[in-house]
């Protein structure tokens, strides 16, 4: 039986794609309603009603304090990255914190060549971890939830991910910080991120390129997808650069059938470390997650788990 969250998903409607330096962008509109207010994390750092830090003097890489000053929610995107105090980091999961709440929060390192204070407090990039290691991140978090009923990536193979990322991109730093290769290539994502076109009634996207659909966000609300689009513009965009581009093209109803295949998906509910609900999502086809709060799916993550099985070049 489909539950709520997948019924909503699988009566999702996808608008044709814009094409930006070979990143296909496709809008998605859904029927849900939210009455939530919530702020973004850019926005509660910009007022200074958030503050993110270390756990201790001496640090914990997979976990950083969150802590607010806000009379309202704060949401954290998964992937989001933080820059600052002795390492670089990115959210493992999407996360809402409660007005003036404290709350640890589950993260990985991505500049494994540094463990010394740059500042106390963590500041935005302004970006998020793109999206091969967003995929992988859900993979560990889905199998880390069932095995420990916590919410860790593999530290390891994110430091590998973040190695060859850096490497394919020509990118040299001598932190091993995944942030140099956004640096380097911020002129080629600007231009993406000027040509991309999303309706302004859409919650959601969709990104392909080279002929593969690579993954899927949506918000519960129009507002939280303009100002977290350019994060995840640049977070696809920055993978599309990494391939030759390919004149194959997904079609609008590949889209919408691999999102309707959501339906066959195994999900499981399990605590956030924030407040509401994470729930996991996997089949053979895909691998997501959705942040619920007061049973509102604030984001809907999903990636492709097995990309030959959409390769389409048919109409729409």
Excluded at 11 to 27: C, H, K, M, N, S
Excluded at 29 to 42: A, N, Q
Excluded at 249 to 257: E, F, G, L, P, T
Aim: aromatic share 6%; charged share 25%.
């Amino acid at each position: 039986m489909k539950t709520e969250l997948q019924q909503a998903l699988s009566e999702i409607e996808v608008t044709e794609p814009t094409t930006a330096g070979g990143l296909q962008i496709f809008g998605l509109r859904w029927t849900i309603k939210s009455d939530l207010f919530y702020v973004t994390l850019d926005e509660a750092l910009a007022d200074e009603s958030l503050e993110i830090t270390e756990v201790s003097e001496r640090g914990d890489v997979p976990t950083l304090m969150v802590i607010s000053n806000s009379d309202t929610m704060i949401f954290l995107m998964a992937g989001e990255q933080l820059i600052g105090a002795k390492q670089n980091r990115v959210l493992n999961v999407s996360i809402m914190i409660a007005a003036h709440g404290k709350v640890p929060i589950p993260v990985s390192c991505v500049e494994h060549g540094r463990w010394n204070y740059h500042s106390r407090k963590f500041h935005s990039s302004g970006s998020a971890s793109h999206g091969h290691l967003r995929k992988q991140m859900a993979e560990d978090v889905y199998d880390s939830y069932h095995r420990m009923r916590r919410p860790m990536s593999e530290q390891g193979k994110v430091w590998n991910e973040v190695s060859r990322k850096l490497g394919k991109m020509g990118s040299r730093s001598g932190s091993d910080a995944l942030e140099q290769a956004y640096e380097d290539r911020q002129a080629e994502i600007g231009n993406i991120i000027r040509d991309a076109r999303i309706p302004a009634d859409c919650c959601g996207v969709v990104f392909a390129f080279d002929g593969k659909i690579a993954g899927m966000d949506i918000f519960d609300k129009p507002s939280t997808l303009s100002k977290l689009s350019p994060k995840l513009i640049k977070a696809y965009a920055i993978d599309a650069l990494e391939e030759k581009y390919d004149t194959a093209q997904i079609s609008r109803k590949a889209v919408k059938d691999w999102i309707c295949s959501v339906a066959e998906a195994h999900s499981d509910s399990f605590q956030s470390p924030g407040t509401g609900a994470d729930i996991r999502m996997r089949s053979k086809s895909l691998i997501g997650a959705s942040l619920l709060v007061d049973g509102c799916p604030v984001h809907t993550e999903l990636f492709f788990s097995s990309l030959r099985d959409f390769v389409s070049s048919a109409p729409a």
